[in-house]
């Protein structure tokens, strides 16, 4: 069984920082993928980050220059610094990946969901 685990979330002040973690557990083979979405209140789910396998990575243009997606690959750990938040940052930020775990001989590629974490940038 997978688990996806946020931490790091939390209430702080424009032009704030912030360093979300993203903790899988599991029999994880690999990972094709990581990455962090967020979730504004009234508002759809967005895609903030992803980094693949080999290391590339992709932003939303509103977070460019100011979150940094990274992975810790031997701790199975995706982590978003946040720098000059805004307001607008405000929402609930989701881990997602799409790992390769294994059970007998099977490996199995699925999509994975953490619980969330809320962060709240105030103006």
């Known amino acids: 069984q997978v688990q996806l685990v946020e931490s790091g979330g939390g209430l702080v002040q424009a032009g704030g920082s912030l360093r979300l973690s993203c903790d899988a557990s599991g029999r994880i083979v690999s990972r094709n993928l990581m990455a962090w979405y967020r979730q504004a209140s009234g508002k759809q789910r967005e895609l903030v980050a992803s980094i693949t396998r080999a290391g590339t990575t992709n932003y939303r243009d509103s977070v460019k220059g100011r979150l940094t997606i990274s992975r810790d690959s031997a701790k199975n750990t995706a982590y978003l610094q946040m720098n000059s938040l805004k307001p607008e940052d405000t929402a609930v930020y989701f881990c997602?990946?799409?790992?390769?775990?294994?059970?007998?001989?099977?490996?199995?590629?699925?999509?994975?969901w953490g619980e969330g974490t809320l962060v709240t940038v105030s103006s």
């Open positions: 997602y990946a799409d790992l390769n775990t294994q059970s007998g001989n099977v490996i199995t590629r699925r999509e994975y």
